[in-house]
């Protein structure tokens, strides 16, 4: 059989959302590893104020791409953006492309969607589930296809804890879609997302489909190297939260399974299964749960561990505090800390801004913060157990050359340095920080003890003044326990002198 890439070789490649952070990864990987690949079709809106051309040869210009680069200085060649607003109707793709596309495209990956969690629900159908059914529509119109591969989420059925690799019954009937009363999901995100698997499921008889269900999608584990990561959804938002100081604390669960997923694995596996949709055509959509939970776990609280120890080993410039972000499934105690050591400190601090002629500037971010983490706390408060006997069959399927180029064995997975690398990432593809200046950043966050501890002894005079020096009580109280210390004293010194 075929190697992955050879299977490639040659064809026509359509991809949606190849702008974002897993559609930019996945035209890196096939470039690199399928040099072959004839041309990529990339589906772009403007935006921004920028082309789409503007766009893409901008995207190519990414470090990420620098070791296409080099393999290859003239990959740009193989990219063709076509201009494709996906709310629109017919994707907006003017009869021209629509022309070339059906006429020449072999295989489809379809990455584009709205992430966000607060996405209102009629835009979030316009995109996540009608754009589909357009592709979908538009899939059938082309003379060569040979696999349409639709990138979902393994949460698309988080109200259930154990998720088979099969498609469920749809949340709501999707023609009635926008009566539906409740979402019976914790988000538009999730929901439509659900919606948007049946609606590729209707069309299995027609197409052959496979459809990957990653869980949270992290920094790259090894490709194109190690850490990669530009944007702040999901956990590195909160990593760089706490990283930079801010987050002290948020409600998870320390024994919930954190069932990240680097991006690279997540990629590899659905070139992967592009290549083995197109080559075997299953009868029915096979879906492919793409999660680590179950294969090698790791969890929130060992996370929480993690990243801490990165970033004080290397520390985000001009962090806030020092880092120190602790969680707990307690609902009383996260609003305790929350209090404490969340809105305590922006008050002060706004305060000082207030008075130094400043503009207020932390209690504006605090409350950002706290709905970010309000909306992700869902999926770090609980844990679900996915079946992965497709991605298994689908290793098993692989000759041991394309086990190595397209590894997405995740057993082999070191997350306490995964950890370390994601954190770095943040560091430097996210928040664009030097590695040079991480000494500046040590001496900032030694500042920031010196002021603590300058900060505690003001506050332990201030609690004697008012406290000790003006009750009776609270003076005995002081000199029996600092009687009790000298006691102490003595007698250890005494018996070091005896044993001497
Ligand atoms: C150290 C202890 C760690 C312990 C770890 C514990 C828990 C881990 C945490 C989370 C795990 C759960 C993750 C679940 C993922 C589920 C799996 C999926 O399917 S992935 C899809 C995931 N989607 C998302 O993650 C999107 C979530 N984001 C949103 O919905 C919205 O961005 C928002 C949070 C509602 C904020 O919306 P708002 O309109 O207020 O802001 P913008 O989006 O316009 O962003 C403005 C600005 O802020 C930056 N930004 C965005 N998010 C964050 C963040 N979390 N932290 C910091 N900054 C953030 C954004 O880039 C913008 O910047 P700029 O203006 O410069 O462009
Ligand atoms: N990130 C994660 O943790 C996870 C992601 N997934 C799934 O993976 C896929 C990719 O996610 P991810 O890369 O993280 O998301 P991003 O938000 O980074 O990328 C979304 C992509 O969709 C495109 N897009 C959005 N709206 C439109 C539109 N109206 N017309 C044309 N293109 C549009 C964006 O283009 P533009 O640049 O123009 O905005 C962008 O290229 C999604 O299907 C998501 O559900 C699944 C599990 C976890």
Not at 339 to 363: C, E, N, T, W
Not at 364 to 371: A, C, E, M, P, S
Request: aromatic content about 10%; proline content about 5%.
């Amino acid at each position: 059989m075929a190697s992955i890439a050879d299977y490639y070789a040659g064809k026509n490649v359509l991809i949606t959302g190849a702008t974002g952070f897993m559609g930019k990864v996945l035209v890196e990987k096939l470039l690199r590893s399928c040099p072959e690949v004839r041309t990529l079709y990339l589906l772009v809106r403007p935006k921004a104020g920028q082309s789409m051309q503007e766009r893409v040869s901008d995207m190519m210009k990414c470090k990420l791409f620098d070791r296409v680069r080099e393999d290859n200085p003239d990959f740009h060649q193989k990219i063709v953006p076509i201009s494709s607003e996906l709310t629109q109707p017919a994707l907006a793709i003017s009869p021209e492309d629509v022309e070339r596309l059906t006429s020449c495209v072999n295989i489809i990956f379809h990455c584009a969607a709205t992430i966000r969690f607060d996405e209102p629900l009629k835009h979030a159908l316009q995109l996540n589930v009608i754009a589909t059914q357009q592709l979908l529509s538009l899939a059938q119109q082309m003379h060569h296809l040979q696999a349409f591969i639709h990138i979902s989420t393994a949460y698309a059925n988080c109200n259930r804890r154990h998720i088979d690799e099969i498609i469920y019954p749809p949340p709501v009937e999707p023609k009635n879609l926008l009566s539906a009363p409740e979402l019976r999901r914790p988000n538009t995100y999730t929901y439509t997302k659900a919606l948007a698997e049946c609606v590729v499921q209707r069309e299995s008889s027609k197409l052959s489909i496979g459809i990957i269900r990653p869980s949270i999608v992290g920094a790259s584990w090894q490709e194109p190297f190690p850490g990669w990561i530009d944007n702040f959804n999901g956990p590195s938002g909160v990593f760089i939260a706490a990283g930079k100081g801010i987050l002290r604390t948020m409600r998870a669960n320390n024994d919930a399974v954190a069932d990240l997923i680097p991006v690279d694995v997540v990629i590899n596996l659905t070139l992967a299964a592009g290549w083995y949709t197109a080559v075997h055509r299953p009868k029915a959509a096979l879906v492919y749960n793409c999660t680590t939970g179950g294969i090698n776990p790791f969890h929130w609280g060992e996370i929480e561990h993690h990243v801490m120890s990165s970033f004080k080993r290397n520390p985000l410039e001009q962090a806030f505090r020092r880092p120190n972000a602790n969680i707990t499934s307690n609902y009383l105690m996260n609003q305790y800390w929350v209090l404490v050591s969340h809105k305590f400190p922006a008050l002060i601090y706004d305060l000082y801004l207030r008075l130094s002629g400043q503009k207020p500037q932390m209690m504006r971010i605090f409350n950002r913060l706290h709905k970010a983490i309000g909306l992700l706390e869902y999926f770090s408060s609980q844990d679900w157990e996915w079946n992965s006997e497709n991605m298994n069959m689908l290793m098993s399927q692989l000759s041991p050359e394309d086990r190595k180029t397209f590894n997405f064995d995740v057993r082999q997975l070191n997350w306490p340095e995964y950890i370390e690398n994601y954190c770095i990432g943040t560091k430097k593809y996210v928040l664009n920080e030097d590695m040079s200046d991480i000494p500046a950043a040590r001496q900032h966050l030694r500042k920031l003890r010196n002021i603590r501890y300058t900060f505690n002894t003001l506050l332990l005079v201030f609690i004697w003044r008012v406290f000790i020096a003006r009750s009776q009580m609270a003076r005995n109280i002081w000199y029996f326990v600092v009687s009790l210390c000298f006691k102490f004293l003595s007698y250890f010194r005494a018996s070091s002198t005896l044993t001497n």
